[in-house]
């Protein structure tokens, strides 16, 4: 489960101060000494009880358009420094099942009992409210490919909560939680990691009754344009679309590939397509390959 760090210190500092002391020292969880200093400036952030509510009212005051930017990430999130570089800070909210919102937008809209990983490090700090509880998993990321329906060989370690000003460390790719609505209204505090790699590891929803891989939760921005062109018929979207399916490095965008060109084929040239892409050497593209082609079984059915 995610690591709890331990950081008695009675100091306050403004979000201006703890932004930029992130920025002067940096923030690398690989580095203990760097995890350690960011877990320090988020816990002198947290001391500060009123920063948070005067942030949101000062935004209100602005009108309507310096909310949307505010929480751009997100109607849950409220930004606390902008997106870029190493890091980046938030705030997120955590409604009650008691409350309007959760019971208009239902529990998913929150992420609530959605059993996911993340492919970052980020700190979290329990700032307002009773704070959420997460049923914790963790499970071996290099001993899965990624498909679909894949065992996911999770351990289940304990139910416990963000209670009021604990910090949790939470690890890229290993740690895995099912969030649980809290008592009432909670606030966290998060500091992001943002490393370059990020983007071409994969995130992942698991069925936890199952045991398996239910999602995967990261498309990049490079998938989406890729299935888009080809979609479009855009000029030599195609083509590309072939190269990479053939000699792209990452394996997820192999197989997007394979899949924006199956998505513009009919079913007897989808199904060749799938045929061949069941030999090939990675295990992610063999399993996925007989995953559409057992879909467009059912589909001739």
């Given at each position: 489960m995610p690591r709890i760090i331990e950081v008695p210190d009675d100091t306050v500092c403004t979000l201006e101060e703890c932004v930029q002391g992130l920025k002067?020292?940096?923030?690398?969880?690989?580095?203990?000494?760097?995890?350690?200093?960011?877990?320090?400036?988020?816990?002198?952030?947290?001391?500060?009880?009123?920063?948070l509510g005067d942030m949101l009212l000062a935004e209100l005051k602005q009108g309507v358009k310096s909310a949307e930017e505010a929480s751009s990430y997100g109607a849950q999130v409220v930004?606390?420094?902008?997106?870029?570089?190493?890091?980046?800070?938030?705030?997120?909210?955590?409604?009650?099942?008691?409350e309007h919102m959760f019971?208009?937008?239902?529990?998913?809209?929150?992420?609530?009992?959605?059993?996911?990983?993340?492919?970052?490090?980020?700190?979290?700090?329990?700032?307002?409210?009773?704070?959420?509880?997460?049923?914790?998993?963790?499970?071996?990321?290099?001993?899965?490919?990624?498909?679909?329906?894949e065992k996911a060989g999770l351990r289940f370690v304990e139910r416990s909560t963000l209670d009021p000003g604990k910090i949790m460390h939470y690890r890229a790719s290993l740690d895995v939680h099912s969030q649980l609505p809290p008592e009432s209204l909670s606030?966290?505090?998060?500091?992001?990691?943002?490393?370059?790699?990020?983007?071409?590891?994969?995130?992942?929803?698991?069925?936890?009754?199952?045991?398996?891989?239910?999602?995967?939760?990261?498309?990049?921005?490079?998938?989406?344009?890729l299935r888009a062109a080809v979609g479009l018929g855009c000029p030599n979207a195609r083509d590309l679309a072939f190269d990479f399916a053939k000699n792209h490095v990452s394996e997820r965008m192999r197989l997007t590939a394979l899949e924006a060109q199956a998505g513009v084929l009919g079913m007897a040239e989808r199904d060749e397509l799938w045929r061949r892409a069941e030999s090939s050497a990675s295990k992610l593209i063999a399993a996925e390959a007989r995953r559409h082609r057992a879909a467009i079984e059912l589909e001739v059915v």
């Open positions: 002067d020292d940096g923030f690398d969880p690989r580095d203990e000494q760097s995890l350690q200093n960011g877990a320090r400036w988020l816990r002198q952030l947290g001391n500060d009880r009123e920063f930004m606390l420094s902008p997106l870029g570089g190493e890091f980046f800070m938030r705030a997120n909210f955590w409604p009650s099942a008691g019971r208009a937008s239902g529990a998913s809209a929150f992420s609530y009992e959605l059993p996911h990983d993340h492919n970052f490090d980020f700190l979290t700090l329990g700032y307002f409210g009773p704070g959420y509880s997460s049923d914790y998993y963790e499970y071996d990321y290099e001993a899965v490919a990624g498909a679909i329906g606030v966290s505090l998060n500091i992001m990691h943002a490393g370059g790699a990020q983007g071409w590891l994969d995130q992942y929803r698991f069925d936890v009754a199952k045991d398996t891989i239910e999602a995967v939760l990261s498309p990049g921005a490079s998938e989406v344009f």
